[in-house]
């Protein structure tokens, strides 16, 4: 009896650990659907100059207009939020498509509207058409959020429940690295020059083009399949390449026979939000969404030039120091898999939002100091706030916030709050867009005050009310958050 009793944990632990299939998928959606998120983000930076420029020129022989500074200010606000705004308004039905097209589906039909935005982005100047250069941006932010709310579940549904942290942390590493990859295609010794700033914009959909063959080829969610398609063979199938342990097949059948005859079938949009049950795990993935925008992070990746330059560096040496600060921002988001393989999801969380309330009061009073004194030395202590604060970040705030809603919710309310989630990272990221500026002219180096505000009331929310995850199954987790706010999650 002890000796099958060891060979049943044996053989359940063999299909519970990286495969190669497992590992080429997070791979190839990362570079061919994450990355090209991180590179809208970024790859307006540097060439701005130069496409306004443009932008006034097609306006004055296009369209007979002379432009003021402030007209043109306007254009290129535009330019840049109406990616955001197209963020969320694919927000609002990236739900329904990861239930009607599946998750792999969602996946490569983000991917053919990327294509298309990459040809729209490479014809827009030879064509004159600056209604190009928008539409493409506008379609970009809806493939984006599209794939915010696929992505990350369509890993954690392949993935087993060892690796969920691992995979989950893929989606962070693919915007990271195509903020850093932008910052690099994008300088004028590359694309970022008025011969190929279009390329610039399009280089993207390289990465996207060699991606979407292998990503045809992968096996959808096998829960997807099973729990909404009602395709119990597809579903199996699936399985056996991901698993390749008949047992941990046939194990992994039986749970999803169980949850379907639960009658857990997908949920609507107003199913989910009048679920009182439902309203702590929501308002948690909405809360970890809009923290992780509103935290400071793009304020620093947005207007990182002009505070380095600010600072006293010349624009040469403020331009290398961004592009150095991408790659820290880059590597610390490899430690991610690592660090939610080994240690919990509350103490990484809470220290991510201790570490970066600290390093946003540092570089605020610094950079002030900074701007009175000119002492080289306060330099270099504004910098490494600035890299304490990303490393603080990509703890847990950057990765946590993107799968916390597939290990909170169980799968029929888990698209819906997946696609919530989305639009309230939308929301903060288009929030800090529209007011940073501001304050920034009205409280110069203590703009970042409200980002340490929120990273406090984030940890706050995390300590009270946020259940482990780590190692457990949604629906052990539900029960923790179904009296709402006044749930005792220990």
């Known amino acids: 009896m002890g000796s099958e009793n060891n060979e049943e944990t044996h053989v359940n632990d063999a299909g519970e650990g990286w495969t190669w299939l497992m590992l080429l998928i997070c791979l190839t959606t990362t570079l061919g659907c994450t990355v090209p998120v991180g590179y809208f983000f970024g790859v307006l930076n540097a060439p701005a100059e130069i496409i306004q420029s443009w932008c006034d020129e097609v306006l004055s022989n296009e369209y007979d207009t002379n432009s003021s500074e402030h007209q043109l200010n306007l254009l290129w606000t535009s330019i840049v939020s109406i990616y955001l705004i197209g963020g969320i308004c694919g927000s609002c039905f990236s739900a329904c498509c990861s239930n009607k097209y599946g998750r792999k589906g969602s996946l490569i039909i983000s991917s053919v509207i990327l294509m298309i935005c990459g040809l729209l982005f490479t014809w827009c100047r030879a064509a004159k058409s600056l209604e190009m250069l928008l539409v493409a941006r506008f379609f970009g932010g809806i493939a984006s959020a599209l794939i915010f709310t696929a992505q990350p579940m369509y890993l954690l549904e392949l993935a087993p429940s060892s690796l969920s942290g691992s995979v989950g942390v893929f989606t962070c590493i693919g915007v990271t690295g195509g903020i850093l990859l932008a910052q690099i295609v994008s300088l004028p010794q590359l694309l970022g020059n008025d011969d190929n700033w279009p390329y610039a914009l399009s280089f993207y959909a390289l990465l996207v083009l060699i991606c979407l063959l292998p990503l045809m080829c992968y096996p959808e969610s096998p829960r997807w399949l099973y729990l909404v398609k009602g395709d119990v063979e597809g579903s199996a199938y699936g399985l056996r390449q991901l698993r390749g342990s008949e047992v941990n097949v046939q194990l992994e059948l039986n749970e999803l026979e169980q949850t379907l005859a639960m009658n857990n079938k997908s949920s609507t949009m107003c199913q989910v939000l009048r679920d009182k049950t439902?309203?702590?795990?929501?308002?948690?993935?909405?809360?970890?969404?809009?923290?992780?925008?509103?935290?400071?992070?793009?304020?620093?990746?947005?207007?990182?030039?002009?505070?380095?330059?600010?600072?006293?560096?010349?624009?040469?040496?403020?331009?290398?120091?961004?592009?150095?600060?991408?790659?820290?921002?880059?590597?610390?988001?490899?430690?991610?898999?690592?660090?939610?393989?080994?240690?919990?999801?509350?103490?990484?969380?809470m220290c991510s939002c201790a570490i970066c309330s600290v390093s946003l009061v540092g570089m605020s009073f610094s950079l002030y100091y900074l701007l009175s004194s000119e002492g080289m030395?306060?330099?270099?202590?504004?910098?490494?706030?600035?890299?304490?604060?990303?490393?603080?970040?990509?703890?847990?705030?950057?990765?946590?916030?993107?799968?916390?809603?597939?290990?909170?919710?169980?799968?029929?309310?888990?698209?819906?709050?997946?696609?919530?989630?989305?639009?309230?990272?939308?929301?903060?990221?288009?929030?800090?867009?529209?007011?940073?500026?501001?304050?920034?002219?009205?409280?110069?180096?203590?703009?970042?005050?409200?980002?340490?505000?929120?990273?406090?009331?984030?940890?706050?929310?995390?300590?009270?009310?946020?259940?482990?995850?780590?190692?457990?199954?949604?629906?052990?987790v539900k029960p923790l958050m179904s009296q709402g706010l006044r749930s005792k999650i220990n």
Do not use: H
């Open 278 to 349: 439902l309203f702590l795990p929501l308002l948690l993935v909405c809360a970890l969404q809009a923290s992780q925008q509103l935290s400071g992070i793009n304020a620093i990746f947005f207007y990182s030039l002009s505070i380095l330059t600010n600072a006293g560096f010349s624009s040469s040496s403020a331009t290398w120091l961004n592009l150095s600060i991408g790659c820290f921002n880059l590597f610390t988001s490899l430690l991610g898999p690592l660090l939610l393989y080994k240690f919990n999801r509350r103490p990484l969380l």
């Open 377 to 476: 030395a306060l330099r270099y202590v504004s910098i490494t706030f600035i890299l304490t604060f990303i490393l603080g970040f990509q703890l847990g705030l950057g990765p946590i916030a993107y799968f916390i809603g597939s290990e909170l919710l169980e799968d029929a309310p888990r698209p819906v709050a997946m696609s919530i989630g989305s639009l309230f990272s939308w929301l903060g990221n288009f929030l800090i867009g529209l007011c940073f500026p501001l304050l920034q002219t009205v409280w110069s180096s203590f703009a970042f005050m409200p980002c340490m505000c929120v990273c406090i009331l984030c940890l706050l929310l995390v300590w009270r009310y946020l259940p482990e995850t780590r190692g457990r199954e949604p629906k052990d």
